[in-house]
């Protein structure tokens, strides 16, 4: 099973940027789609971007859609997520997830029961 480790939350205002990273060991992301989910206090995790195997293929949720990218680099077993203009509401804990199991783990889902493994999350505060 893969570990997955989140890097880059912090206090931003808004308006601001961040970039999320995450990094992988135990075993290759590839071939498996990877996402980012969130979950703030109070609420539960909603999903936020996922990417497909090769990169070609992302979902955002209609929430972050032009504000957030997600990109991979398979040789470093690191995805990213760049966050832009960003909103009080983006305020949560951001956990990146890889897919396992069979089937269909190379492609892109918005489903957090399709992801086998998680991060511990990293906490993104923006001040208004």
């Known amino acids: 099973q893969v570990q997955l480790v989140e890097s880059g939350g912090g206090l931003v205002q808004a308006g601001g940027s961040l970039r999320l990273s995450c990094a992988a060991s135990g075993r290759t992301f590839n071939p498996y789609a990877l996402g980012w989910f969130r979950q703030a206090p109070g609420k539960e995790r909603e999903f936020v971007g996922s990417?497909?195997?090769?990169?070609?293929?992302?979902y955002y949720a209609d929430s972050v859609k032009g504000r957030f990218t997600i990109s991979r680099d398979n040789a470093k077993n690191m995805m990213y997520l760049q966050m832009n203009s960003l909103k009080p509401e983006d305020t949560a804990v951001y956990y990146c997830?890889?897919?396992?199991?069979?089937?269909?783990?190379?492609?892109?889902?918005?489903?957090?029961?399709?992801?086998?493994?998680w991060g511990q999350g990293t906490q993104v505060t923006v001040s208004s």
């Open positions: 997830a890889a897919r396992g199991g069979s089937g269909s783990y190379s492609y892109a889902s918005k489903v957090a029961a399709d992801f086998g493994s």
């Open positions: 990417i497909n195997w090769s990169g070609r293929t992302t």
